[in-house]
T-cell receptor, first 114, second 113 residues
Framework: SQELEQSPQSLIVQEGKNLTINCTSS?????LYWYKQKYGEGLIFLMM?????EEKSHEKITAKLDEKKQQSSLHITASQPSHAGIYLC??????????????FGKGTKLSVIP | DTAVSQTPKYLVTQMGNDKSIKCEQN?????MYWYKQDSKKFLKIMFSYNNKELIINETVPNRFSPKSPDKAHLNLHINSLELGDSAVYFC????????????FGPGTRLLVL
């Protein structure tokens, strides 16, 4: 089964600083999703990447997909306290009979200090 | 070893039927959750149990009822299934409350015909 490894596991940054979170897959990526979990709430879909080299942005958050490396990175520019939370990457993988299974990484806990 | 497991992985059923999805975690976590993933990939929390006690109960139809026989299990029963119930349902667990990292199961794809 596919495994997703996220790094770092936790991150504390000063407000205004940039940061990067990585997600590496043990298998070929067919689709890579980034979610944010706010404390006390469910998961919020941020973006989905499907093609190698694809890059998408959502406000100050940018994600890239490196298909060859089976890796995606999430970059936050000029972080704000509102960016604090747990970031999860999720990936589709073939589960047999042409179906897909969505697997999640263990998450990166981001704290932003004002 | 599978940390969070769900059964079945796929469920195809007719409208009006009653079905259950089971979830088990072997991580020793105290809190378990059920999420529904809609077509836009948004994971919406449905229920959360801490040590067999319901702590989050979002606005979902009362046809959905969670049952936690022990803290390692949280099952989801759905009565009188409707077309709109078709989705992927994810179970998750965490050591403590919702602020902790959650570990997700593989999901159960439910299709109501």
């Amino acid at each position: 089964s596919q495994e997703l490894e996220q790094s770092p596991q936790s991150l504390i940054v000063q407000e205004g600083k940039n940061l990067t979170i990585n997600c590496t897959s043990s298998k070929t990526l067919y689709g890579l999703y980034w979610y944010k979990q706010k404390y006390g709430e469910g998961l919020i879909f941020l973006m989905m990447l499907q093609k190698g080299g694809e890059e998408k942005s959502h406000e100050k958050i940018t994600a890239k997909l490196d298909e060859k490396k089976q890796q995606s990175s999430l970059h936050i520019t000029a972080s704000q306290p509102s960016h604090a939370g747990i970031y999860l990457c999720g990936a589709d993988s073939l589960a047999g009979a042409g179906s897909y299974q969505l697997t999640f990484g263990k998450g990166t806990k981001l704290s932003v200090i004002p | 070893d599978t940390a969070v497991s769900q059964t079945p992985k796929y469920l195809v059923t007719q409208m009006g039927n009653d079905k259950s999805i089971k979830c088990e975690q072997n991580l020793g976590h105290d809190t378990m959750y059920w999420y529904k993933q809609d077509s836009k990939k948004f994971l919406k929390i449905m229920f959360s149990y801490n040590n067999k006690e319901l702590i989050i109960n979002e606005t979902v139809p009362n046809r959905f009822s969670p049952k936690s026989p022990d803290k390692a299990h949280l099952n989801l029963h759905i009565n009188s299934l409707e077309l709109g119930d078709s989705a992927v349902y994810f179970c998750a667990s965490s050591q403590a409350g919702v602020g902790e990292t959650q570990y997700f199961g593989p999901g159960t794809r439910l299709l109501v015909l």
